[in-house]
């Protein structure tokens, strides 16, 4: 039942032209950076390589396939999200807007899996979401730039990994990132239980989002404790698989908070779509 029911909403999600948005925003994003590394590439390499070309020598192409993957994805995951709400936070919403909610709940078919296969769903998209970033960043990436090493400017320097030691870090890393999505799309998700209006859960889940980030930016002791278990925080724990070493305490806190957000935030959706009164 949760897979035929889960399979209704990706068909729901399918025929909504907004669920195109993301994926069509990110092509379009994607392509002229592409366009414009691809004219320009030595001006943004020049501003990496500048503090360091006269104690180092770069041989071979810097500007490959791996480094243009490690700049887009560095650039756009902060613009993903909103993304992402734009679709999951109409799930629920979105039918109880077109008056759909309360055919759906009368249904054999009980509330929570309704609700855990608008989830999948939801994780379904996102998923398809980052595929299509992995593929126009990576893959499209190194067959217009080529291959070759990968380097990293850090704040306390400079890293070059080796071609062959790569590909399981952007594997990893686009894992971390799809699980920071699904946060993102969890919490989008939640507050459609609470709205009776596509608008409401996208903007709120936007303006969580941007208010977590500013809290986690500022340098203020006062949020020094509160910083850690914000899921902000953590959505640029994908930049951890570009360490060296690679620091694993920082990569399962990161994943054990964002686990944590998502656990909290269903348990927080399944009690209130449970006890939804679709005949207000």
């Not at 650039?75 to 936070?89: C, D, E, R, Y």
């Amino acid at each position: 039942m949760i897979f035929k029911s889960t399979y209704n909403e990706l068909l729901k999600i399918a025929y909504k032209p907004r669920s195109y948005i993301g994926i069509g925003g990110i092509i379009i994003i994607i392509a002229i950076i592409l366009f414009a590394l691809k004219v320009d590439g030595a001006f943004y390499i020049s501003l990496i390589t500048g503090q360091f070309e006269q104690s180092l020598i770069f041989e071979g192409e810097i500007l490959n396939g791996n480094l243009i993957a490690y700049i887009i994805i560095q650039m756009l995951i902060i613009h993903v999200p909103l993304l992402i709400a734009f679709v999951t936070g109409d799930l629920i919403s979105g039918e109880s807007a077109m008056g759909t909610i309360r055919l759906l709940l009368t249904k054999p078919v009980s509330r929570s899996t309704i609700l855990m296969s608008k989830f999948l769903a939801s994780c379904i998209y996102t998923l398809a979401v980052v595929l299509c970033l992995a593929f126009m960043s990576f893959t499209l990436g190194k067959i217009l730039f080529g291959a070759g090493d990968l380097m990293v400017l850090k704040s306390d320097g400079l890293i070059v990994f080796q071609e062959n030691d790569i590909g399981w870090r952007f594997l990893y890393a686009f894992t971390m990132a799809f699980l920071s999505l699904v946060t993102v799309a969890t919490l989008a998700l939640t507050l459609s239980c609470f709205s009776e209006n596509s608008i409401g859960p996208i903007v709120s889940t936007m303006g969580i989002v941007l208010l977590f980030t500013i809290i986690g930016s500022m340098d203020v002791p006062i949020f020094d404790n509160i910083r850690p278990f914000l899921f902000t925080t953590h959505m640029a724990a994908w930049r951890f698989f570009f360490d060296d070493p690679l620091n694993t305490t920082n990569i399962y806190y990161s994943i054990t908070i964002l686990i944590a957000h998502i656990t909290i935030l269903l348990s927080i959706a399944f009690y209130k779509f449970n006890t939804k009164d679709i005949l207000s």
